[in-house]
T-cell receptor, first 115, second 110 residues
Framework: GAGVSQSPSNKVTEKGKDVELRCDPISGHTALYWYRQSLGQGLEFLIYFQGNSAPDKSGLPSDRFSAERTGGSVSTLTIQRTQQEDSAVYLC?????????????FGPGTRLLVL | QKEVEQNSGPLSVPEGAIASLNCTYSDRVSQSFFWYRQYSGKSPELIMSIYSNGDKEDGRFTAQLNKASQYVSLLIRDSQPSDSATYLCAVTGGSYIPTFGRGTSLIVHP
């Protein structure tokens, strides 16, 4: 595709519900990253995929958070039993192969509000 | 713990002036340095990347890197109101995961 896409663009949910956030990276990009950005804060790294495997899950804040990637393309970030502190913008980025010199291309983000 | 520090600002400059944005990092093995621009409510977009000591110029933007001092900066010449945004510094070292600073808010007033 032309760029990284994410859905939904906005999500309002009630505390305790599960949510799924979707990321569709640029076609051909093997590296995929999830970040979280709270209001006025920097980007908090969550998880990195190389192909379908996740060599680095160190940023996932709790076991309520999980992510998968299938077919080396689309990724889903799942938050179970959402809490109000999960409210943030969830950003997905992709890069060609994931080397340290590569530019990351960001999607528009999913704005999650937990009531 | 890898850290990337930026002054949160806001940095306010008049239109036409030079805006100077600074970033320091803690990991000495850092190899790649990026400046992203983020407009309010939008996602980050890359402005500049720099990998070796010295200056790198691209139009009105100049990135400066000093690895000995663990310091990277972004200069914006002839600042325009459309440059008003938050500028994020990102650093990548031994791993492929960049560490982002919290960003500096830049306001260019007419």
């Amino acid at each position: 595709g032309a760029g990284v896409s994410q859905s939904p663009s906005n999500k309002v949910t009630e505390k305790g519900k599960d949510v799924e956030l979707r990321c569709d990276p640029i076609s051909g990009h093997t590296a995929l990253y999830w970040y979280r950005q709270s209001l006025g804060q920097g980007l908090e790294f969550l998880i990195y995929f190389q192909g379908n495997s996740a060599p680095d899950k160190s940023g996932l804040p709790s076991d309520r958070f999980s992510a998968e990637r299938t077919g080396g393309s689309v990724s889903t970030l799942t938050i179970q039993r959402t809490q109000q502190e999960d409210s943030a913008v969830y950003l997905c980025a992709s890069s060609l192969v994931g080397t340290y010199q590569e530019t990351q291309y960001f999607g528009p983000g999913t704005r999650l509000l937990v009531l | 713990q890898k850290e990337v520090e930026q002054n949160s600002g806001p940095l306010s400059v008049p239109e036409g002036a030079i805006a100077s944005l600074n970033c320091t990092y803690s990991d000495r093995v850092s190899q790649s340095f990026f400046w992203y621009r983020q407009y309010s409510g939008k996602s980050p977009e890359l402005i500049m990347s720099i990998y070796s000591n010295g200056d790198k110029e691209d139009g009105r933007f100049t990135a400066q890197l000093n690895k000995a001092s663990q310091y990277v900066s972004l200069l914006i010449r002839d600042s325009q109101p459309s440059d008003s945004a938050t500028y994020l510094c990102a650093v990548t070292g031994g791993s492929y995961i960049p560490t982002f600073g919290r960003g500096t808010s830049l306001i260019v007033h007419p």
